[in-house]
């Protein structure tokens, strides 16, 4: 995929600059990423939600964070061995992840809860009352009648 310049769009656009950022990154290759995977699905009207397989890991290995419109979900798996025992196959996956997610403004993370390996973080949108869009009433005055009188011309 091709680069896009948007140096040209600089000039004539103020405070777009995170748009054309999120654009760039979205161009870029993410490197194959595909553990752990995830799902992401329409609630409601406004709200959302992730849920990411990460089985084996418990509650205690994950950190979730959210700032500034970036949430983080980090997963760091402590090796754990029984004594006197060893793998002879390893299919479940026990590294470490880090998955990034772009958050639209005023959305937020309501809470998380893993359960039966599935990771699930809430998300809403919540859209302050000033900018809603509003119904704006025309008022409308009643139109004055102008009446022209003609001065009297003297002879």
Same mark, same amino acid.
């Given at each position: 995929?091709? *680069?896009? %310049? ?17 654009? %760039?990154?979205?161009?870029?290759? %993410?490197?194959?990423?595909?553990? !752990? !995977? ?7 009207? +406004? ?26 979900? /980090?997963?760091? /798996? ?26 639209? +403004? *005023? ?7 893993? /359960?039966?390996?599935?990771? *699930?973080? +809430? ?8 900018? /809603? ?8 005055? !009643? ?13």
């Amino acid at each position: 995929m091709r *680069h896009v %310049d948007f140096t040209p769009l600089y000039r004539s656009t103020v405070g777009f600059d995170r748009l054309f950022t999120m654009l %760039d990154t979205l161009a870029q290759p %993410d490197n194959g990423q595909t553990y !752990p !995977p995830y799902n992401i699905q329409r609630t409601g009207e +406004d709200a959302y939600r992730i849920s990411m397989a990460v089985a084996g890991f418990s509650d205690a290995e994950i950190s979730i964070e959210a700032h500034r419109n970036v949430l983080t979900i /980090k997963g760091e /798996k402590t090796e754990e061995q029984a004594e006197g025992s060893e793998f002879l196959h390893r299919g479940i996956a026990a590294r470490a992840f880090e998955r990034r997610f772009q958050l639209a +403004d *005023h959305v937020e993370v309501n809470g998380a809860e893993l /359960k039966n390996g599935l990771l *699930h973080i +809430d998300l809403t949108r919540n859209i302050p009352e000033e900018l /809603k869009p509003r119904r704006i009433a025309i008022a409308s005055t !009643p139109a004055k009648a102008k009446q022209i009188e003609a001065q009297p011309t003297v002879n």
